[in-house]
């Protein structure tokens, strides 16, 4: 836990939606996320079980999806130059998609619809936390030979993501606690599937 004097709430630790961190839009910062995900599986890099983080993009560290997780906790060790960005949950559907019943927006909300997440930072909840339940822009995407849905690579597919993203700014330091859980019933698939991870952050100056 933090000994340094706490946020008024865990909120204060996080970028709005409406924000553009690192000069991009909050919105963006998904399809960047996902983007990333997609080179780590085409270069066979996606064993997290002893990595601190999913991926990076400059100074920001992707902490993983509950859907890919192998551990419960974690601690690791950042600067305060890094912020810290995750979805609780996310769906990506594009026209790669040969069964695709459904308009893109449908097709990521679908499943998103029956999904519940919790975080916390220092063991306070955020508040309101459906706020950070966003929607990209409609996108391009072009999937490279080995990808993770076996789809036809060299061809401009549309894509679109829907889901929960936390965005937390650089931190003071200290060390930090930060928990996140989904919960999410589908009676599409008659399926249930809860997940939660910890991460122990120290962090130091650079």
Same mark, same amino acid.
């Given at each position: 836990? @933090? *000994? &340094? ?8 630790? #996080? ?20 983007? =990333? ?19 990076? !993009?400059? &100074? +920001?560290?992707? #902490?993983? @999806?509950?859907? /890919? ?10 600067? /305060?130059?890094? *912020?810290?960005? $995750?979805? +609780? $949950? ?9 069964? #695709? ?7 990521? !909300? ?45 061809? =401009?597919?549309?894509? #679109?993501?829907?889901?929960? $993203? ?27 599937? !809860? &997940? ?11």
């Amino acid at each position: 836990m @933090s *000994s &340094s004097t706490p946020q008024n709430n865990a909120n204060d630790y #996080l970028y709005p939606t409406d924000s553009t961190p690192l000069g991009i839009d909050f919105k963006e910062w998904p399809i960047h996320y996902f983007n =990333d995900y997609l080179d780590r599986f085409h270069n066979d890099a996606l064993n997290f079980k002893d990595e601190c983080h999913f991926g990076t !993009k400059d &100074s +920001v560290i992707f #902490l993983p @999806s509950l859907f /890919t997780v192998h551990k419960p906790e974690y601690e690791c060790d950042f600067t /305060t130059d890094n *912020s810290f960005f $995750f979805p +609780v $949950f996310m769906e990506e559907c594009d026209d790669s998609t040969p069964f #695709l019943n459904s308009d893109l927006e449908g097709c990521v !909300k679908e499943n998103n619809n029956y999904a519940n997440g919790t975080v916390s930072i220092n063991g306070q909840n955020i508040t309101n936390l459906n706020v950070f339940r966003i929607i990209t822009n409609v996108f391009t995407i072009r999937y490279k030979p080995f990808n993770p849905y076996n789809a036809t690579p060299g061809i =401009d597919y549309q894509a #679109l993501i829907d889901g929960l $993203f936390v965005f937390i700014k650089p931190l003071q330091q200290d060390r930090y606690e930060i928990e996140y859980t989904v919960d999410q019933e589908t009676p599409t698939f008659n399926d249930r599937y !809860k &997940s939660g991870i910890k991460y122990i952050l120290n962090i130091s100056s650079p």
